[in-house]
């Protein structure tokens, strides 16, 4: 079994920045891909950032692109997400995941372990 706690929602402005961790237990990593996502009142579960085992590939949603930034620290069994620029449209719960592919993947039936997310509300 895999545990994931994300920390470092809260609420900011626009424009400001935040830093999301995700700290894993149990069989943590494990050569598996971690994800990012967020869900919003009302729509659907989106894919923000992807990262590989090694961190050598990421990948970004679009609505992210150029202003969030995932990093993984394997000695800490840590997964960030930075978020600059925020936007009120970023609004959402973000969760942390571990896939059970090794490549980055956006699809979210492909993550086996979720975290239980961190509320982030950005203000106008």
């Known amino acids: 079994q895999v545990q994931l706690v994300e920390s470092g929602g809260g609420l900011a402005q626009a424009g400001g920045s935040l830093r999301l961790s995700c700290a894993a237990s149990?069989?943590?990593?494990?050569?598996?891909?971690m994800g990012w996502f967020r869900q919003a009142p009302e729509k659907e579960r989106e894919f923000v950032a992807g990262?590989?085992?090694?961190?050598?590939?990421?990948a970004y949603g679009d609505s992210v692109k150029g202003r969030f930034t995932i990093s993984r620290d394997n000695a800490k069994n840590t997964v960030y997400l930075q978020m600059n620029s925020l936007k009120p449209e970023d609004t959402a719960v973000y969760y942390c995941?571990?896939?059970?592919?090794?490549?980055?993947?956006?699809?979210?039936?492909?993550?086996?372990?979720w975290g239980q997310g961190t509320q982030v509300t950005v203000s106008s």
């Open positions: 995941a571990r896939s059970r592919v090794t490549g980055v993947t956006s699809l979210p039936a492909l993550y086996g372990y």
């Open positions: 149990g069989r943590t990593f494990g050569g598996y891909s």
């Open positions: 990262i590989t085992w090694s961190g050598g590939n990421a």
